[in-house]
């Protein structure tokens, strides 16, 4: 038996429970179906066959989940930190316990490459233990005088939340958003995309086996215009943190305004990696077809638009074209599999369709540029470079969210920024340079919210992770991921005897 033969053996164990009962709802700590018994149907990226029936939660159940999200509030808030410490690290003991099957039902629910889930458990328990060393300070503030008066910063946790995940790394982004709202004292309803939904259930399944108290995170699958318009839209949760499409994000604000919801919306993406003539070319060749190439291009980080200094545009997209070509296409459980079938064929309609405008709007397809005939027939599409590019084609100004690569020449440093900055979107940008002062000035006036200089995306979770733009509002990570999830109080101590003025006699 190949690797692949006795992966896809254990892949089809693991999801055999989800094809004999449903992927269902998790309420108050009772796993439950849609309150109307309505469910819809996932397939499998890989050969497009019904994988799974999935409960299709309306606005009752978010009622329930969010009702349940706040009988849990104030006990779970008032529990000490250093228990809420202990707590999220037996969730990330049992998260790497299981991550196998986790990364095994991530690839076949998403079409992702194991050579990147195999690492998704282990990112997501990381997620979990970082902040759950930070849970006994969440509540720390500052101390701050004047001459008569002490104030007395501190933050305490805002409430029942919303946590609305994509489908492109599911289970790495549920951590990333719900381990720092329960470190910060927040109970969770969370509403998980509907082409991927497995391994959000697997994940609540382990909190509560950890020991997490019922009630504290609850799980509503359904449609965005039907489970997550009524969590938007809920009086009793205070606050929404959403990863996806800009326009959804827009979306979610108007349904939340009624009731005055916080948001976080992390969003889409074009984002430029700049390449002067000066960098070191082999490693900058390296990170750009890592940055659009993993992750079957569907990442918000991703590097899509490819602007290189003119003077070795021709050799370096050639050397781009060339990794691109040799990039193997293949079924998600192979582990030589670098691009995996894309998640949906909604989606892979769309991303082809990008192929067909960027050749009708004249650019040169260098690599790929077609449907790959994969294993099971299912969503593969070729790792794509566009040259002869320009900044005004709709494939240099919109998201793709595929293995799509626009590559454009600029002539200096302030045709490079002018490039870079316009787009309606301002995640991430990456530049590659050996002059520092360069390197410190460009980035300085570069439109984005997080950018690498002769790097490519590497997180550290203590960093602010956000964009500009129709890229998102707030940041993720650190000491600012509390800082959403909580609310900052001020006490004022009189330290003398100041005067007050006096009214009415």
């Known amino acids: 038996m190949s ?7 254990k892949a089809e164990s693991y999801l055999a429970r989800f094809k004999a009962e449903g992927v269902l709802n998790h309420i108050a700590g009772e796993t439950v179906p849609a309150a109307d018994g309505s469910t819809f149907e996932i397939i499998s990226p890989v050969d497009l066959q019904p994988m799974a029936s999935v409960a299709r939660g309306k606005a009752e159940d978010v009622d329930r989940a969010a009702k349940a999200a706040k009988a849990a509030f104030a006990e779970w808030a008032a529990m000490p930190g250093d228990a809420r410490k202990k707590l999220l690290h037996k969730i990330a003991d049992a998260i790497v316990a299981r991550a196998e099957e986790i990364a095994f039902v991530e690839c076949m629910d998403t079409g992702q490459a194991l050579k990147f ?4 458990a282990l990112r997501g328990a990381e997620n979990f233990r970082f902040f759950a060393d930070r849970a006994p300070e969440a509540r720390d503030g500052k101390v701050l005088r004047t001459s008569d008066q002490t104030n007395m910063t501190t933050r305490v946790p805002i409430g029942p939340v919303g946590v609305i995940t994509p489908w492109n790394t599911p289970f790495m982004l549920s951590t990333w958003k719900i381990a720092p709202a329960l470190a910060a004292g927040c109970t969770v309803v969370h509403k998980p995309a509907e082409f991927s939904p497995l391994t959000a259930r697997l994940l609540v399944e382990i909190a509560e086996g950890a020991g997490l108290p019922k009630g504290v995170w609850n799980l509503v699958n359904g449609l965005g215009e039907e489970a997550g318009k009524a969590l938007t839209e809920h009086p009793d949760i205070k606050a929404i943190g959403f990863v996806g499409e800009s326009r959804t994000g827009s979306m979610i604000m108007r349904q939340g305004a009624e009731t005055l919801k916080r948001v976080h919306f992390e969003l889409g993406g074009k984002n430029p990696v700049v390449v002067f003539a000066d960098a070191d070319l082999d ?3 390296d990170a750009a077809v890592f940055m659009i190439y993993s992750l079957n291009g569907e990442r918000c ?3 899509s638009r490819l602007l290189v200094e003119e003077s070795i545009y021709e050799a370096f997209t050639a050397k781009v074209a060339e990794k691109a070509k040799r990039i193997k ?20 309609r769309k ?12 650019a040169t397809v260098a690599a790929g540029g077609a449907k790959f005939d994969g294993p099971g027939g299912g969503c593969y599409v070729s790792p794509t470079l566009f040259t002869g590019a320009n900044n005004q084609m709709r494939i240099a100004q919109e998201e793709i969210f595929g293995p799509v690569l626009t590559a454009i020449p600029f002539r200096d440093e302030a045709e490079a920024l002018a490039l870079a900055n316009d787009v309606q979107y301002g995640l991430t940008g990456y530049v590659w340079t050996s002059d520092v002062t360069r390197a410190f000035r460009f980035s300085d006036r570069l439109e984005a919210g997080m950018i690498w200089v002769n790097s490519e995306n590497v997180r550290h979770l203590p960093t602010p992770f956000g964009g500009v733009k129709n890229s998102g509002i707030g940041r993720d990570g650190g000491d600012w991921s509390f800082d959403f999830y909580m609310e ?3 006490i004022a101590f009189a330290t003398g005897v100041h005067a007050i003025p006096k009214l009415g006699g």
């Open 301 to 303: 980080t991703s590097s």
């Open 117 to 120: 889930m195999s690492k998704a």
């Open 488 to 490: 900052t109080k001020n």
């Open 329 to 348: 296409v293949g079924h998600p459980l192979d582990p030589e599999t670098v691009v995996g079938p894309l998640i949906h064929p909604v989606h892979e």
């Open 351 to 362: 991303v082809l369709d990008y192929i067909d405008i960027g050749r009708g709007e004249g």
């Open 283 to 285: 490693r900058a060749a």
């Open 3 to 9: 690797k692949l033969d006795e992966n896809i053996a």
